[in-house]
């Protein structure tokens, strides 16, 4: 059963940094995209990063261009999303995703596996 579970999430003042951790289980994911998407309450699902398994090719929302990075470590099945520069209107729910395919996509349909989440608060 495939398992998808973040970490590092927290409550962090505006300016600071958060490391996000998603480890993914249960199969291998060669040739998968995988993505970073959050949620602030009352609000939808938005994309935030993806990446593709090779790590070569990346996309980023523009709301956070030059401030996050993902990146993975094919050996032990993980994603990060390095977070700088946080600031109050990133404050939501993030989720890690692994797409459908390997094409790195900003839409949420073409993920099919989903983790729980990790809450990410930054204090102004």
């Known amino acids: 059963q495939v398992q998808l579970v973040e970490s590092g999430g927290g409550l962090v003042q505006a300016g600071g940094s958060l490391r996000l951790s998603c480890a993914a289980s249960?199969?291998?994911?060669?040739?998968?995209?995988m993505g970073w998407f959050r949620q602030a309450p009352g609000k939808v699902r938005e994309f935030v990063a993806a990446?593709?398994?090779?790590?070569?090719?990346?996309k980023y929302a523009d709301s956070v261009k030059g401030r996050f990075t993902i990146s993975t470590d094919n050996a032990k099945n993980m994603v990060y999303l390095q977070m700088n520069s946080l600031k109050p209107e990133d404050t939501a729910a993030y989720y890690c995703?692994?797409?459908?395919?390997?094409?790195?996509?900003?839409?949420?349909?073409?993920?099919?596996?989903w983790g729980q989440g990790t809450q990410v608060t930054v204090s102004s």
């Open positions: 249960g199969r291998t994911f060669s040739n998968r995209a």
């Open positions: 990446v593709s398994w090779s790590g070569a090719s990346t």
């Open positions: 995703a692994i797409a459908k395919a390997s094409m790195v996509v900003i839409t949420a349909y073409a993920y099919d596996y």
